[in-house]
């Protein structure tokens, strides 16, 4: 089996995605063993937390603006989305707020507001979905710019 990311020629964890025209010649597929049935059973799941809609890209965002990033994911039951920073949950304070709707049994939407964004709030950001069933996660870099006139 090769993976998804392997096939389309570039991405991977944290990457920007399609190849944008580079040629990787040398990529080697990756290839994922045979799993055993409980395994197979655990990860593969059919009513398992997966993320189907999240931000995909890079932001560079300047001081003083908000910061906005979106997850959405299923599953039966509706997975629950926690957010992260450099791999640390992050909690409610006066300047990060977390907005989430419902939908239907099995999907769950969510955005994740930093207003304003300081210094501070460079870096890695990930949604993880889960339920009994599974976890999935979404990777998210931020970085700031300063503006010189």
């Known amino acids: 089996m090769i993976s998804t990311e392997a096939q389309k020629g570039g991405g991977g964890r944290g990457g920007r995605g399609r190849s944008r025209g580079r040629v990787f010649g040398s990529r080697m597929p990756i290839l994922i063993p045979n799993r055993n049935p409980a395994s197979a059973h655990y990860y593969d799941n059919k009513d398992g937390a997966k993320i189907v809609k999240a931000s995909h890209f890079e932001l560079d965002y300047m001081l003083g603006r908000k910061i906005t ?22 909690y409610h304070h006066k300047f990060f707020q977390v907005h989430e709707w419902p939908v239907g049994n099995d999907t769950i939407k969510s955005k994740m507001e930093i207003d304003p964004a300081t210094q501070k709030d460079a870096g890695y950001y990930e949604c993880q979905a889960d339920n009994q069933y599974a976890v999935d996660r979404r990777g998210f870099r931020t970085d700031y710019v300063m503006i010189s006139y």
């Open 69 to 90: 990033f979106f997850c959405m994911a299923t599953g039966f039951p509706r997975p629950e989305i926690t957010w992260l920073k450099d791999g640390i949950e992050l």
